[in-house]
């Protein structure tokens, strides 16, 4: 759909079909009154809904733990110096939806990652029950170190396998790793060697492995489902920490309390006060900002020699700070983070920014009027979105329309003749040579959506580094953003911060966070909607909003026999991932 902007989302709507237009009076005036009307239907759409939709819910799915994830839960149930001590066995996601989270629920694992998974485990469990970390990780000693102990192996293993599956195992289950534990402890006359062997059994199956949501029948609403309670507490978890349910979250599941209204609220205003909140948030947005790019990221060493790797990891760190700062310290407007000069400065970050360097991470507020002005002008956004010699407007405003608008600039098409954009090489200026764009009409379309914004950064260079001019020529920063003017950065930050689907992006990307799989307009629309509405009632605050998310009806509730992603890849994958004795033999052929 050339020159069209397509929204994130499976169905497209007539209102987020819109170009941004280039300079011409007349197609700017045309430009306007299209998106006067378009945003008049939008708003008479969104029109406010009173309560939540009777009929929210989520989509059952099951999801590969992220790397991080699994980082997370080794580190939170043993100590970082184990998880620090190995990497996450975790196929790379593809990101679905603007989120690497939500192309977990459509990861496949192939038989070599199965092997990395088995080495892990290995290495994880053999460290657990090394002399420097058991007595503090195993609640109990064995009677002789030369034998099985059934009964402390089964106190470790029941409270470890809870933890690890994030519900109690079943007897079954149980039974079968002390038996493992027991029968490997014979053959190697060590029973810390026969507890390493369960607890990799438990490492390398698909209950640890996968975030499997279940479903019960809902008692208050007859016909419907929802999450069990288990299914709940990991949903809560990993949503608001980003990590596995701890000892107080798994109680209240098994106890039924978060199937209680008072529990639940309960539990997620604890949740919410925790100091796992900043860990878990700094994931989602560094998910939502693409900053898994920062893994590859280089700059050209002899362009920009001040820009190294720890500089660029230092702008990504620099964005993080200043989010959770704003919206979990000072509990300020999400809007605002796009108008704000308040960020942190490390010193690497100070040659870029060229102001006088601190000692550390110190707070930094650059001066009003200043070109600085929002997440758009920190280093993190400009050095990303640009090439490794110089700045890119169009991947600029590309990233700006994705990530913070939730909508889709097209792909090039295959047609293209670049043999004209060679031929501007030499132009002074980005908008010289961007211009040539706008007399090919396949490539007008997606370049008017995008190189207008991009432009109004001009004054910054592919490193993030201000500048007046480039190659001598004076800069034109003026564009349009969606029917609204400005005439520099300060202008587009503005715009950016009243942009209508500025709020509707944030609330999209944490519901499907929060659920695990990608938003559907056909199904989530009025849902979404509902939470818009209510974030701005609430001063577009962060706090509020996971609030009403965590405790709606729809991060609960779930559609009766709608699944989607890997479901049934836990099962399937049973007999791989089930540990069967392959050093000793299982227990069944002694």
Known sequence: MSGQLQPNIPAREVADLFPSFASKPARRAAATAIVAMLLLAACERDTAIPTEPPDSASVLRTRLLTGEQYTNTIAQIFGEDISGSILPPIPPMARTDGLLASGAAYVGVTSDQISQIQQAATSIAAKVVDEEHRDFLIPCRPESQAEADPACAELFLRETGRLLY??????????????????????????HAGLALALESILISPEFIFIVDRAEPDPDRPGSERLDAWSLASRLSFFLWNGPPDDALLNAAESGELHTEAGLSATVERMLSSVRLESGMRAFFDDMLGFDEFGSLAKDPIVYPMVTGSTLQDAREQTLRTIVDHLLHQESDYRDLFTTRKTFMSPSLAVVYGIPA????????????????????????????????????????????????????????????????????????????????NTNPACAGCHLITDPIGLALENFDGAGRFRETENGAALDLSGELDGVLYEDVAGLALAMRDHPKLSNCLVNRLYAYGTGGPVSLRRDRDTISWFENRFAANGYRLKPLLRELALGEAFSTVLSGEIQGNMGVADASESTYRFSGPRFGSPQQR
């Open 166 to 191: 994030r519900q109690n195992l079943e007897d079954v289950r149980l039974a079968e790793l002390v038996d493992i534990a027991g029968y490997a402890a014979e053959q190697t006359e060590d029973f």
């Open 358 to 437: 601190g000692n550390g991470w110190t707070p930094h507020e650059f001066e009003a009027g200043s070109p600085r002005i929002g997440l758009l002008t920190q280093v993190s956004f400009l050095a990303a979105n640009s090439h490794a010699v110089r700045s890119s407007p169009t991947l600029r405003g590309q990233a700006l329309r994705e990530r913070f608008l939730c909508q889709v600039v097209p792909p090039p098409p295959p047609n293209v003749d670049f043999s004209l954009l060679e031929e501007a090489e030499h132009a002074a200026t980005a908008r010289e040579r961007l211009d040539v764009h």
